[in-house]
């Protein structure tokens, strides 16, 4: 299989076709153009399929006439011969069509996938500070679950469709009244549906919602059920998750009831249709008008046209619910980068001064700097301006979801009201991410850098990085760059050792998702071996040893700078232990820097640095100097 997984090179690849994402019919259009010649090659076998159930009952009403009535038995027999070829064709087809149609819906479904991956890739850390991780999970998962199905009911639809218009011609020409009924009845279902279909909609986009706020609750528990179990509350959280499952089960509830009364419309509809055609065909063949083979064909096929009514009300079904999916989907997808290209980019030249303009900081090239501050939000800011990552601002994030009790023109200006909202934030963004950065190396200021250049040349380690299940090895060199002496020499200075021998394997060893089978401390040193196994040029670190005890913080601060030798490293920290063992040290205070030097210099000399490294300054700053010297 060739296109699948689908070749989808949107949002990475420059020059590669992105997504329509004007309006939900405008990408679910677009969808189904990605399938390209699948899509029609599946419509094409459809019909195809439908040829013996839209001409069997013609051929067993010839053989009644010409071969039963009129006492031919080879007549009859080569009737039954064409009709057990067309059935063959049918059988054969009817495999075909099933495969291909199953293949164009994972297409889709994992197109979409892929889609967001891609999307997620392109944004970074822009996508979380606009859309709930929940919001993002749905469209991955659930929606492109949708947009399979879609794509699987139009076929079907589209040559149901066109197999009810020949049943029509059919009977039409041979009987007027009869051809009229079969005519007039699809567009009667239509017409009693679609009343029903508004408040399907609205009740199957409640469901979705709420099933997007509880995917993202799950999310949230599954993060931190380390902690939930530290405090005791998992009972109070896991009692919400349960909460919220009922308001999805009760909304689901309510969008069945109304699913339920448009099928019921549908069956109540087809019946009275078979109904009517026989009492009518009964009457033609009384009057001698029809003969006994075309009243058994026109059964034939009023029992048949059951089957594309259903077909009808189970596309209006799922195009309703493909249409909740992708305004999601596009309120997603449609998010572009804050990034631009700079019209002459210039080199980052990562053996000069890094000079941050907000705080006044200046990092020296090639020696182990750390930064103390008493608000770690500032020094996090710090970190996020030397990687040219957007200030964290989750107060901005924008859900799509609208309150349940709006409906109606209420609902829909809610809607364009946080669409604007977006459209701000992300004007807000560009705006920022355009200016001057305010980050100079070298005199280079970031913005005038390509942020793929950024990204692989300074490397920001934040308080809170993913680790992903696989081997050990992939954790640590996702791209399988380093020797094994490299992974090593990673692990040792991190005093990573133990998560080493815990893993059954060693460096083939499997981790669970998230690191779930490891502590927090060891999954805090596994991402620091990765971030050392990376060898950027510039390494910022952020809180590296928060969750670590104080013997192996002091065995990681003891073979940091070491490790680092010759390369300029960054460390958000207030930790003594680590800060005896910098080359330099700087002290933010509001967010700017206002003092640096040596550790023992500053402890001896700033009231304001000891207040932050000794709590409340009253210990001698000689003792946490010796105690260091003695844990070496």
Known sequence: MRDFPPPIRAYTDRGA?????RSPRAFLWWMVRQNGGLFWAGLLVALIWMVPQT???????????????????????????????????????????????????????????????????????????????????????????QFGALMEISTRAISQLAAYLVVAAIVLSTSVRMGVLVLVSAPLLVVLGTPLLRPMQRWQGVERSRNSELTSMATDIVGGLRILRGIGGEETFGGNYAGQSQRVRRSGVSAGRWLAAVESVGVLLSGGFV???????????????????????????????????????EFAQKWTRSVVSARKAVAVLSQRPPWVHPDEPAGLDTGAEIVDGTSGATIRPGILTMVVSAVPDDSAALADRLGRYLPSDEGALVSDEIPEELKGRAAKRERSARAR?????????????????????????LSRVELDEVRRRVLVSDTSPQVFAGTLRSAVDPLGRLTREQAERALHTAAADDVFDALPGGWQGELEERGRG????????????????????????????????AHTEVRIASRLGEHRA?????????????????????LLEGGVATAHGRHADLLADSPAYRSVVVRGGDADPSVLSHLAEESR
């Open 17 to 21: 076709e992105a997504p329509d994402t």
């Open 518 to 549: 490891l502590s927090g401390g060891q999954r805090q040193r596994l991402v620091l071996m990765r971030a050392l196994a990376a060898d950027p040029d510039v390494l910022v670190l952020v809180e590296p040893t928060s969750a670590v005890d």
């Open 566 to 586: 010759g390369r300029t490293t960054v460390v958000m920290t207030a930790s003594p232990l680590l800060l005896h063992h910098a080359d330099e040290v700087i």
């Open 55 to 145: 001409v069997g009952p013609w051929i067993v009403g010839r053989a009644i006439d010409t071969g039963i009535v009129a006492g031919d038995p080879s007549a009859t027999m080569q009737w039954v011969l064409v009709l057990g070829a067309v059935t063959l064709v049918g059988a054969c087809s009817g495999i075909l069509f099933h495969t291909v149609i199953v293949r164009e819906w994972l297409i889709a479904l994992y197109g979409t996938t892929k889609l967001v991956t891609r999307k997620a890739l392109q944004l970074g850390h822009v996508l979380t500070r606009r859309t709930p991780t929940g919001e993002v999970l749905s469209v991955s998962g659930s929606d492109g679950d």
């Open 275 to 313: 109904v009517a055609l026989m009492w009518l065909g009964t009457r033609e063949v009384a009057q001698g008008r029809l003969t006994v083979g075309q009243l058994v064909s026109f059964l034939g096929y009023g029992l048949f046209l059951v089957q594309p009514m259903r077909t009808f009300v």
């Open 421 to 445: 909202a977006r459209e701000e934030q992300a004007r807000r963004d560009e705006e920022r991410a355009r200016q001057p950065w305010g980050v100079t190396v070298g005199g280079v200021d």
